[in-house]
């Protein structure tokens, strides 16, 4: 098992930025992949980004590309997502992710946390 905490969300001007932490713990070793999803308020969650955790090498929806910035800190098992440039649209509560290396799809995840961009 893997237990995930995200932290750092709160309430921006458009135009400003947010960085949002997922910490990890359990059986972090098992580990392929870390993601960043979102869901707003009336709509289905959504991919936003991922990173493979041995090589680092990342993926981005079409949305946030060029926006956001997703990397890892190996020493401390924790992934982040630097957003920039926010806008109203990126309101939604997003969630830390994680999958196994046997695994191709998302298996566990964090609690949430609010992101809210004013205009």
């Known amino acids: 098992q893997v237990q995930l905490v995200e932290s750092g969300g709160g309430l921006v001007q458009a135009g400003g930025s947010l960085r949002l932490s997922c910490g990890a713990s359990g059986q972090f070793f098992s580990i392929g992949r870390m993601g960043w999803f979102r869901q707003a308020p009336g709509k289905e969650r959504e991919f936003v980004a991922a990173?493979?955790?041995?090589?680092?090498?990342?993926y981005y929806a079409d949305s946030v590309k060029g926006r956001f910035t997703i990397s890892r800190d190996n020493a401390k098992n924790t992934e982040y997502l630097q957003m920039n440039s926010l806008k109203p649209e990126d309101t939604a509560v997003y969630y830390c992710a994680a999958h196994r290396r046997i695994r191709n799809t998302f298996e566990y995840w964090g609690q949430g946390t609010q992101v809210t961009v004013s205009s």
């Open positions: 990173i493979t955790w041995s090589d680092g090498s990342t």
